[in-house]
């Protein structure tokens, strides 16, 4: 029997080649988009799953006061985890990781000379007991012992491969920040799915004085506490007695109401409020998006396929009537249809998972990931395989097989069968009307998303950033314990002479920086309780010049190697409370053990990306604090004058090695993830939209088949194609338009909620809507219209003559 079934499945499939490739068309799109989306969100949601003791780990975070509302950052002050070890003897182990991402690392050499390696990914400092906490498998060597002395090192086989040509690098030396190390230990490589993408462990206990200096008062992102809770401990009984801790080491003087909180592993990527090692994060609701497409997509498959099956009904009437009349049950038929429909299914999931492993490589170049299809070990892959078969099996073939087989013989064998009575009219106009709820819902959504990415594009951040270089000034300088000679202030002048250069700055980091350096201040004669959170940017005297920062009171401040006075913005005088710019001026201000007079307030400009609202900003001098040297060149000799820069600047720093990049590429690198979204939305709404079309289509069909003869009556009394038309697809505009008012609001809600996490933001306007419910009609009637004139042109006599 089931040979019988495979065989006239076979055999149908093929007489009917057009509507059988539509169906597959429609739903291999759906589940390779499907496919795709299963794959990202299992990657995304996989980070550091592999950890055996992932459900006794935590971080150590701290949360505060700030200007406008709580604060929260990963890092804690490098003491605490001392303390926190005597203070908390539920925890097992207690680690601290001191990350330092984008670091040149230095091969010695015998002959005197080094090679030199720009990481991006950098080094960590770190504890032996980090690899009782975390699995992070030793190849060479040993963990216990790898990090327990100053000056030591472990390196993963990946590094050790490119540095040495060899796995085993024990004791190979390397050196990072004038400092040499020497291998202990080889690790294995770290995986994708980690946010501890760590190459190259220096052993903490060489800079530990030096940073536990800073007390409890310094607080750096990168620097944070993990600790692992001892088996049948609850981690509630740690959160009680933390007010008791914080009033022990902060103080009853706590004015921002500093605390410390526990977060779990499983969250650390799904948590925005933090930020991880691998600077990304994936929250929930994105997760949750990504899963809601995927099921949306292979909805819209199925109802394509429903509708070009019943759409295709009308043609085996006479055959469903023949089988019952020759004894055949409604579930032999129903089996035999449901058959039709998983071998289409079988052959979309086989077509889908080719066209997957072939998208793979342009995707996870676009994305940045190594997403595979792994059949030999991914269960989770083979669950989705199977049960995508399965429900788009039933979903897509249930409905039309019961239509189909729920055939009179009599009225079948006569060709009686009506579209209203035998074919689920209405559910399938409904169906309709939900697929392009959903095709229009990617619609609007996209339109904002792109529209957002596009107001990021063209609002004006405050200050001048087209046309200017930034190069990494590697080392600190303190004149005023040397000979009073500034490498980098010489640099920057021999620079500052060169042909195109029209101005140099030394600075921190230019106005807009994903690094931001923040401290709290208060108005001379006020107490602790009135500190206010700044950020602070180090600048010298050509600063405002060369970035365009207008004052908008009092003056600019000079080219000093110390603070002489202070110049803010706009932000910090309305914090400070004074409604005047000018009445800040003269005013002294303290913080870092110094209390300094205003002399200048410049116009607000943004410092981070614009999801943030301005916060309050000082600059300063502080030479001590320059980290990168800015260019404002003229844009006709920017090769030029990168060309006559390195030189000089490998001149001045011969040990490290010359880079530069553009401000404005640093400043689109804040919205990559939403560029790469939208253009991931796009693509998805696009299929979205090409399958709906196949959906409509196939109702076209369907009314070509109903209507043949109604056409041709038409036309005999004088009807033209345009109206035949017109009267044709006027039934589809309205359920495009049902579609709308469902799918109008629920994307208004959505894409709302969306934009609420950006402090600057777009607003949805009717235009919006108008515009998505413009592009669906025109689609629509495209395709609804291309079937209704080939129904229309057709000669009148075979109209009538149609059976």
Request: include cysteine; aromatic fraction near 12%.
């Amino acid at each position: 029997m089931l040979k019988n079934y495979l065989i006239t499945a076979w055999r149908k499939l093929s007489r009917e080649k057009g509507s059988t490739l539509l169906n597959i068309s429609g739903l291999t799109l759906g589940i390779t988009c499907s496919l795709i989306l299963f794959l990202l969100v299992k990657h995304l949601s996989s980070f550091d799953n592999y950890h055996t003791k992932r459900d006794r780990i935590y971080r150590v975070t701290t949360e505060s006061d700030g200007n406008d509302g709580k604060f929260h950052t990963p890092g804690v002050p490098t003491v605490l985890p001392d303390a926190f070890q005597g203070d908390f003897p539920e925890a097992e182990e207690v680690t601290l990781t001191s990350y330092r991402a984008n670091s040149m690392i230095t091969l010695p050499q015998a002959n005197g000379e080094s090679k030199k390696y720009n990481e991006e990914r950098g080094v960590v400092f770190a504890q032996p007991n980090f690899f009782k906490i975390f699995d992070r498998p030793i190849i060479i060597g040993s963990a216990e012992k790898g990090l327990d002395d100053p000056n030591e090192a472990i390196i993963s086989k990946r590094l050790a491969l490119k540095y040495f040509g060899k796995e085993d690098a024990v004791g190979e030396v390397v050196k990072f920040d004038t400092m040499e190390y020497k291998i202990t230990a080889v690790m294995a490589d770290y995986p994708d799915n980690t946010d501890f993408p760590f190459d190259l462990m220096l052993s903490y206990i060489t800079i530990k004085k030096a940073r536990d200096e800073n007390g409890w008062g310094s607080i750096w992102s990168d620097e944070q506490c993990y600790f692992l809770l001892k088996e049948g401990e609850s981690i509630a009984t740690l959160e009680k007695r933390m007010p008791a801790f914080v009033e022990k080491y902060i103080g009853k003087e706590n004015y921002a109401h500093q605390t410390f909180t526990f977060q779990p592993l499983a969250t650390l990527h799904s948590d925005d409020r933090y930020s991880t090692y691998t600077y990304n994060t994936a929250p929930k609701e994105m997760l949750i998006t990504l899963g809601v497409i995927a099921a949306f997509l292979i909805v819209t498959a199925c109802i394509n396929f429903i509708n070009l099956a019943t759409a295709e009904a009308i043609k085996r009437s006479k055959e469903v009537g023949i089988r019952k009349t020759l004894g055949s049950s409604r579930g032999q038929l129903v089996r035999q249809f449901l058959g039709e429909t998983t071998l289409v299914t079988v052959v979309a999931m086989l077509v889908s998972l080719g066209i997957t492993q072939l998208l793979l490589g342009f995707l996870n170049s676009f994305l940045e990931l190594n997403l595979a299809l792994d059949f030999s070990s991914d269960r989770l892959l083979w669950a989705f395989i199977i049960s995508v078969t399965a429900v788009v099996s039933l979903l897509s073939g249930l409905y039309p097989s019961f239509v189909i087989s729920g055939f009179k013989p009599v009225l079948a064998l006569k060709n009686k069968i009506s579209s209203r009575s035998t074919s689920g009219y209405n559910l399938r106009r409904g169906l309709v009307v939900l697929q392009f709820v959903i095709s229009q819902f990617f619609i609007i959504g996209t339109i904002v998303l792109i529209t957002q990415m596009n107001y990021f594009q063209k609002k004006s951040l405050g200050f001048r950033q087209d046309a200017v270089i930034t190069i990494p000034i590697p080392e600190t300088e303190n004149p005023a314990a040397g000979d009073g000679v500034s490498k980098m202030r010489t640099l920057r002048e021999e620079i500052s002479k060169l042909a195109g250069v029209e101005t140099a700055s030394l600075s921190s980091t230019p106005p807009s920086s994903g690094s931001v350096n923040g401290t709290s201040f208060r108005l001379e004669g006020e107490g602790e309780d009135k500190r206010k959170d700044t950020a602070i940017k180090q600048i010298d005297g050509n600063y405002l010049d060369l970035y365009g920062l207008e004052l908008v009171a009092g003056t600019g401040i000079g080219d000093y190697d110390t603070a002489h006075n202070f110049i803010v913005n706009e932000q910090l005088v309305k914090v400070a409370g004074f409604d005047d710019p000018k009445d800040i001026i003269g005013k002294r201000i303290r913080f870092w053990g110094r209390t300094l007079p205003v002399v200048g307030v410049v116009k607000n400009f943004h410092t981070v990306s614009l999801r943030d609202p301005i916060g309050p900003v000082v600059l300063m001098n502080r030479i001590r604090g320059y980290q990168t040297l800015s260019l404002k060149v003229n844009p006709a000799q920017v090769q030029e004058v990168i060309g006559q820069v390195k030189p000089k600047w490998e001149a001045a720093y011969p040990e490290y090695i010359f880079d530069y990049s553009f401000l404005d590429e640093q400043i689109r690198e804040f919205y990559e993830g939403e560029q790469r979204m939208s253009i991931l939305l796009s693509v998805f709404t696009s299929m979205a939209i090409f399958i709906g079309c196949l959906g409509l289509f196939g109702l076209a069909t369907f009314m070509a088949n109903q209507k043949t003869k109604e056409i041709g009556v038409r036309k005999v009394l004088g009807a033209s194609v345009e109206g035949i038309i017109l009267r044709f697809s006027a039934e589809y505009v309205k359920l495009i338009v049902i579609g709308f008012v469902v799918a109008a609001p629920l994307a208004w809600f959505v894409m709302n909620e969306w934009l609420n996490g950006f402090a600057y933001k777009i607003t949805i306007g009717a235009g919006v809507f108008f515009v998505g419910l413009g592009i669906t009609l025109f689609i629509a009637v495209l395709t609804v219209g291309y079937k209704s004139f080939k129904a229309a042109v057709v000669n009148p006599v075979n109209s009538l003559r149609y059976e």
